[in-house]
Every structure is written in C-alpha cells, then in structure tokens.
C-alpha cells in the first residue's frame, strides 16, 4: 500500500505542476477534491479528482493545452501505470499504455462566468455541496466558499433527476461499443464508476425536506459504507442487493477487472439501478406523495 501511495501522489504533483505552468495566470481556483482530497485512496482502484476553476470563463484553447497535459502525464509515467483520463460522466478516454496497476485522473474544467450563468452551483445544487465538503484547495482563492446556495427542495430533486439520470446512463448504455473484448477493465471501470452516480442520485431522490435542508446526502458522500443501509430502508431488495454488490466488486476491484461477465453485470447494474431510482422519483410526486417523508 505504501508503494501505491507514493506513485499516485507523484502523479498528481505532476498534473499540479503541468496546470500550474500552463494555466496559473488563468486560474482562479484549483483544488482535489473527492477521497483524494482528506488522505484517503483505494489500493484496489486508485483515483484522483481535480477541479479548475478559471476566471470568467474556459476557452478552446484550454481545453486543447488540457489534452496535451492528459497525454504528457500519460507518458511520463508510462512504464510504471496505466493512466486512465476521465472526464466523467461524458467521457472515458482509452489509455494509451497498458500495465498492471491502473490510476484514473479526472479532471473537471468550468469558469466563474459558467458557474454564475448556472445560478452560482456546479451542474447542480448537490453536486456543489458534495465538492465543498470534500476538497483540498491547491492553488489560488477558495472560490467553493464563496458561492451562496441556496436550500435544497424536493422540487429541485424531481426536476433535476430526470436530467441528472439521462447524464449518467446515456454515455453508460454506449460504452459497449467503444471497447474490444480484452478491455473488459474498460467496460468495468465505467460502469461502477456511473453506477456509483446513479446511487448518489438515488440517496437525494429519497431525502425528505428536513433531510435536505440539513445536507443530510453529503454524510453519504463521506460514508460510503451507510449507502447500502439507506437503499434497504427505502428501496426494494433488488435496489439495495444491487448497491451491495456494486461496492462488493469496488472494493475487490482486482480480483474482477479483467472478468468480462463481472463487467457486464456491472453495467446491467448500472441501467437497472437507473430504472429504479427513475421510477422511485416519481413515485415521490404522485398526489399525496409530494414533499412527504420517506
């Protein structure tokens, strides 16, 4: 464990230092964020989440000096890992070297222009409250704290799931397609990585409006393990079996990646999961249903 630490935190100074070089005078935040972020990391599947915020807003060019970065650090440490470029959920770039040990990088770009058109949150309300509860602020001003959100309602719930649902299960349900029968790991990697969104999803669609107002879903961001719990409580068996075995294959991820039928179940899982989270959201707005208790 100790050598897995060691390499993973030389990859991210590496990225730290490629995005300081290349985009300090544009920066107006950059931060780790996610496990990464409070010292925690997984031997089984490493890995680590950078957000960037820039002033005003992102540019082309931006983006292209971002891929040169992705592929430099792909290269440098080449013979050593498989770096995985994720930019999740959209997309999941196929690694240009193969080794053994695996280490995914996701980097999210966004501007304060494009946060502020966005009513001042990140994609969505939870999502920005996930982010400023679990960051590490690298380089500049901690731009998260600033941000004023406003309360979370069931009504932002309802109409965001259907958005936020379609976001994780598109890319998901087109994954097959991009990769060969011996990249099952590929397969693999994305689907847990879209279930556990989906999942995520699936513990605020169930929130009562004392729950959200208290962020009650943000203790699930940092205690992964009270997940299946709450899908017990509030889902159908098949819903919390399904979380079970997501983190069961998680957390033996090494035993399973290269296993095409783990990977296939993965991704059914994904879907199915999606299914139901669908149908509990709208059960939560039936006549008599709305804003009440789960």
């Known amino acids: 464990m100790k050598d897995i630490k060691i390499l993973v935190e030389k990859i991210s100074l590496s990225f730290q230092n490629k995005v300081r070089s290349s985009f300090s005078s544009r920066l107006k935040s950059f931060y780790l964020v996610g496990s990464y972020a409070f010292g925690k990391i997984s031997e089984q599947r490493p890995d680590i989440n950078f957000l960037l915020i820039f002033d005003k807003f992102v540019t082309p060019q931006d983006f292209l000096t ?107 349900s087109r994954a097959p397609a991009q990769y ?11 689907s847990l990585e879209n279930a556990k969104n989906i999942a995520y999803l699936g513990i605020v669609a169930v929130m009562n409006m004392e729950e959200l107002k208290k962020k ?3 203790d699930y961001i940092k205690n992964k393990e009270r997940i299946f719990g709450l899908y017990k409580e509030r889902y159908v068996d098949e819903a919390a079996g399904m979380i079970k075995r997501i983190f069961q294959i998680r957390e033996q991820y090494l035993k399973f990646k290269n296993n095409p039928g783990v990977a296939e179940e993965v991704f059914a899982i994904a879907l199915n999961l999606a299914s139901v989270v669908r149908s509990k959201v709208f059960e939560e707005v039936r006549p008599g249903n709305y804003g009440k208790t789960s």
Request: hydrophobic content about 40%; proline content about 3%; overall charge negative.
């Open 66 to 172: 971002l891929g040169k970065i992705c592929r430099s650090l792909e290269k440098e440490f080449s013979k050593a890992v498989t770096i995985k470029i994720e930019f999740r959920p959209f997309r999941y770039i196929k690694p240009k070297y193969k080794n053994e040990f695996e280490v995914s990088v996701n980097p999210i770009l966004v501007g304060t222009g494009e946060i502020q058109e966005m009513g001042g949150v990140l994609f969505n309300k939870w999502f920005t409250e996930g982010l400023r509860s679990v960051n590490k602020l690298l380089f500049g001003s901690d731009f998260l704290e600033t941000l004023k959100i406003a309360e979370i309602t069931k009504e932002d719930v309802v109409k965001g799931a259907m958005f936020d649902l379609m976001f994780f299960t598109m890319p998901t």
């Open 180 to 190: 060969w029968d011996d990249e099952s790991n590929l397969l693999l990697n994305e």
């Open 216 to 218: 009650s879903y943000v």
